[in-house]
């Protein structure tokens, strides 16, 4: 079973986390050689059932990946947290590795051990390495007040403990088609109060991005990736807890060539630049570090964090091409700094209540730098010179947030408990918004076997700072890059009306089912889009927003055999684009002004699913899939794709060699029916150029603990 699905309270979702660790990981194995550390490892258990305490769920919805359940994929630890969170119902995958979750374009908070993380311009569903997680959980629904700002989902990554791991370490390295090549080292360990866990990546493929044709193998797609991460604590006393994570990526890209195409502009002194020798690239680099205090003061847990990220994201075009078949070749740069902190508070109040309250800030300093070639233009668009002219468009963004929230979790009885709350949120600088929002969520327990559970949320979510685009309408009228209209309104934060309700059903030990429905309203919808030639998103909004689906999912786990299904509805629609109105031509302002249009991440249809089974012998089959009814595309999104199915295979066997000991070793078909899909197809608002998705490929992985 690879997804687990609840939604309990926060004390039974801490139980079966430290339940269900992974069969054949070094967390299984036990230190007996050094019983004097035995009392340094219960207090970290202890202190980590302490943070559970601080982060409730009650009346959301839960969905929990252990190691055992990321091992059971089929590329196991090799697979990227994005294509992992794919097996939770109602995630949808779009091209360059994002994820929507019900409905909503990202919108998504990352948070590492209960800490929140700022988003990175690139996205952290290629930043953070798989192979650094012990669990990771996707909440979803109308959530307590405790989050606020990205409320689509919040995914809270668990990280490896030293304390839990004892001393040592793993090597890795994965490689198959596309010329893949994937080293990896993780060392972990523990001494007096200390414990430590350090994992290092790196990637080189010919596949960096979704190549933009139906081909097999893609054109000047080649990658390098780099991550690193690193997690030092160290135990002052018995109840409190010193720690320190930081992280860096350093990630380059090739953009793929589209071969074939068809000149449309003149250069002087240019007569022929084949679209297949285009030369683009892409640099992605973010890093992050935070420091933390957790513990116990009296009968209240707390945790205290600090930390900076630094997110930057350089594209350098093709000059010659770029001018040639775009008639722009823009050299773009962004960076963001973000400088955080976070304190989160759980108090019990006698043997029913608890109460949970804390503050968040943080203060992000944005930078953009776009400077560009262009032709000259009449009235009507038509280049009238060959000779390029260069503009310069930068900006500096200042931005503050300040949160806070309190609210109690009453369990009336055994059956019933109602978490109510109050957030309040306040954003200023490039904005001046704020709102307080009201949460009210309720878990019920019919019997032993049912569960209901209910919730409202009033949600209020600022633009990414690092996405705003602050551009200079005027600097390019009368040139190749004028925009299709002058209207700009600045965007807005989002504010909306969220109701969920769903019930559990585990109709034996090995089965559980869970059906779940939402409904959210929202004015001033945020959605992004791709208007440039740049891999790079600007937020705009739709006046009004709806946004409503129905999530269906099984679980099943006995004996040797894991399996799972999740089958997910959803329809999301805009009207009246309300901002960023110059990325879009008169014709489908006008069509959007009057006319409800789905988004252009919505899909209908969501499905994935999978098993694996372990033989006596300890070879490990699985599979898993993943179906979608086709995004949006065309004019005003008014047309979708056609409908995809990608399946994956693996078997995973550990074996005797002589010198080396036991070895983990793993055989993986992506696409294995070679099904040719397409993503995107260039069309559609704020979509910038076509996508398929992967061919047919075969990857082996082999590994070592020691």
Sequence with gaps: MSPRHFSRAPLAVALLLALHSPLGHAED???????????????????????????????????????????????GESTPLNQVLLQAPGVVQDSYGELHVRGDHANLQYRIDGIILPESISGFGQTLDTRLIHSVSLLTGALPAQYGLRTAGVIDIRTRSGAKLGNGGNIGVT????????????????????????????????????????????????????????????????TTRLSVLAGVTNNRFQIPDNPNQAPVYSLAGVSDYPSVDLNERQRELTRFAIVSLQGK????????????????????????????????????????????????????????????????????RGLQDNTALVFPADADGNQTSDVPLGITDSNRLLARTASAYVQDQWNINEQLTLNGGLRYDHIGGYLDESQFSPRLGMVYEISDDWTLHAGYARYFTPPATELIAATDIAKFQGTTNALPTDANTNVRAMRSNYYDAGVQWRPGDSLTLGLDAYLSQARNLLDEGQFGTALVFSDFNYRYGRNQGIEFSANWQHGPLRAWFNLANNIAQGKQVASGQYNFDAAELAWIASHWIALDHAQRLTSSGGASYRLDDGTQLGFDYLYGSGLRAGFANTETLPAYFQLNLSIARSLELPALGVVHARLAVINALDRVYAIRDGSGIGVGAPQYGPRRGYYLGLSKDF
């Design 297 to 364: 003061l009296g009968a209240t847990d707390y945790q205290i964090a600090a930390g900076q990220r630094y997110s930057q994201v350089d594209f350098t075009p093709d000059a010659i091409g770029d001018l040639i078949y775009n008639g722009v070749a823009s050299t773009v740069g962004r960076s963001n700094r973000a400088s955080t902190l976070q304190a989160d508070f759980a108090t019990p109040l006698g043997e029913r209540n608890t109460l949970r309250y804390g503050v968040y800030a943080d203060f992000q």
């Design 175 to 238: 490689v198959g088609s596309r010329g893949t090549i994937e080293p990896s080292l993780s060392l972990f360990g523990h001494s007096g109060r200390w414990s430590w866990f350090f994992s290092a990546d790196y990637l080189k493929n010919n596949l960096g991005i979704e190549n933009p044709t139906a081909a097999r193998d893609a054109i000047h797609d080649t990658t390098w990736q780099g991550k690193g991460f690193g997690a030092l604590s160290y135990l002052i006393n018995d």
């Design 29 to 75: 194995r036990t230190d007996a050689a050094k019983p004097k550390q035995l009392a340094t490892v219960t207090v970290n258990a202890v202190l980590d059932q302490a943070r559970n305490q601080l982060a409730p769920s009650t009346g959301s919805s839960l969905y929990v990946f252990t190691r055992q359940a990321i091992a059971s994929l089929p590329l």
